[in-house]
């Protein structure tokens, strides 16, 4: 059987795909989305924090787009 993942331009898996990944690519967006705009924050870094379970750290790197940001294609594997 064959199943999708999502991979990077050169071949590794990035996104929900990645085996280390603790969140899907969907709650990234809805992460994003709880921060609120730039200017004018809903939530600070630690209640996302608290509220996603990880470190303040890892909810910057995404907010700043330092994580799970690579452009990617989908690749069909072995399951």
Not at 12 to 20: E, K, L, Q
Not at 32 to 55: C, F, T, V
Not at 63 to 74: A, E, V
Request: one cysteine or more; proline letters at 4%.
């Amino acid at each position: 059987m064959k199943r999708r993942v999502e991979i990077n331009e050169i071949g590794y898996r990035v996104g929900a795909s990645h085996p280390n990944a603790k969140l899907t690519n969907e709650q990234v967006e809805q992460l994003i989305d709880d921060r609120g705009p730039g200017h004018a924050p809903l939530m600070s870094l630690q209640q996302l924090a608290d509220k996603w379970e990880m470190s303040k750290s890892g909810v910057k790197g995404i907010i700043d787009g330092n994580r799970r940001c690579q452009l990617s294609t989908w690749k069909e594997i072995d399951a």
